[in-house]
T-cell receptor
């Protein structure tokens, strides 16, 4: 069965420190992969996406993600977090029909 | 660009009544829209796929007679929760897919509380 797994439910990081959020997928073929961020009272915002090609994907707000086929992973990274990065982050896998399957989400808390 | 709106943003209703939630793509035409449900502190679960001019496709376990979906135009899809019960209380989120980019853009969600 297709699935997307985010192993970390909650991560606390200091402002200015680096951040890495893990995402693993299980699909028969390479899915379309996405990272979304959800802030309270706001809709999900697309950070970046991977369909094919270059395995290092640059997104908005200074985020990047690397697709690693050998590890079935699509981890999200940011070199230096800001307090405004505190939010819920969702990794999602999609098929060509557009149906998305979301991971459980990772809550990021940023401390001063 | 690629803005999706939902109305209302929150609604409280009595058990047994029906509630309609609208999802609009404001600056693009969306042949496909999706409806999700999100429980507190949980992930989004796809409920159904809505294609303009055709019947919605429901995910396994979703009651199509309870969650009526209509995609009347390329910019509007509606979800009607019929005969709502307290267990239907949830956060309902829609998304619209842009044909050119195969990317989904999400609405801000609708908080439904059934008393």
């Amino acid at each position: 069965a297709q699935s997307v797994t985010q192993p970390d439910i909650h991560i606390t990081v200091s402002e200015g420190a680096s951040l890495e959020l893990r995402c693993n997928y299980s699909y028969g073929a390479t899915p379309y992969l996405f990272w979304y961020v959800q802030s309270p009272g706001q809709g999900l915002q697309l950070l970046l996406k991977y369909f094919s090609g270059d395995t290092l994907v640059q997104g908005i707000k200074g985020f990047e993600a690397e697709f690693k086929r050998s590890q079935s992973s699509f981890n999200l990274r940011k070199p230096s977090v800001h307090w405004s990065d505190a939010a819920e982050y969702f990794c999602a896998g999609g098929d060509s029909w557009g149906k998305l399957q979301f991971g459980a989400g990772t809550q990021v808390v940023v401390t001063p | 660009g690629a803005v999706v709106s939902q109305h209302p943003s929150w609604v409280i209703c009595k058990s047994g009544t029906s509630v309609k939630i609208e999802c609009r793509s404001l600056d693009f035409q969306a042949t496909t829209m999706f409806w999700y449900r999100q429980f507190p502190k949980q992930s989004l679960m796809l409920m159904a796929t809505s294609n303009e001019g055709s019947k919605a496709t429901y995910e396994q376990g979703v009651e199509k007679d309870k969650f009526l979906i209509n995609h009347a135009s390329l910019t509007l899809s509606t979800l009607t929760v019929t005969s709502a019960h307290p267990e239907d209380s949830s956060f309902y989120i829609c998304s619209a897919r842009t044909p050119r980019t195969d990317t989904q853009y999400f609405g801000p969600g609708t908080r439904l509380t059934v008393l």
